[in-house]
């Protein structure tokens, strides 16, 4: 398992919510969140509503998938 996985996992129980949780929110499969989630899919709906779920910004929660352009275009919407 990848570190910032098993991190965010954590982020998420300690605000009550899960891996599966997000899924049933977007009404998507577990195991589709659980590869954004590790890095191997993108998703930009499933990142957003991660980061949501641990207050930040997919940006921030993933930073090796955005750039610094599109970082600085997120902190401005």
């Known amino acids: 398992m990848k570190p910032a996985h098993e991190r965010l996992k954590m982020e998420l129980r300690l605000r009550g919510k899960s891996i599966a949780s997000v899924a049933r929110e977007l ?13 191997l899919r993108r998703s930009s709906k499933i990142e ?30």
């Open 27 to 39: 009404d998507v499969l577990r195991s589709t969140v659980t590869l954004v989630s590790q890095g």
């Open 48 to 77: 957003k509503a991660l980061a949501n779920a641990v207050g930040t910004t997919p940006a921030e929660l993933f930073p090796d998938r955005y750039s610094a352009e599109e970082d600085s275009a997120a902190s401005k919407t």
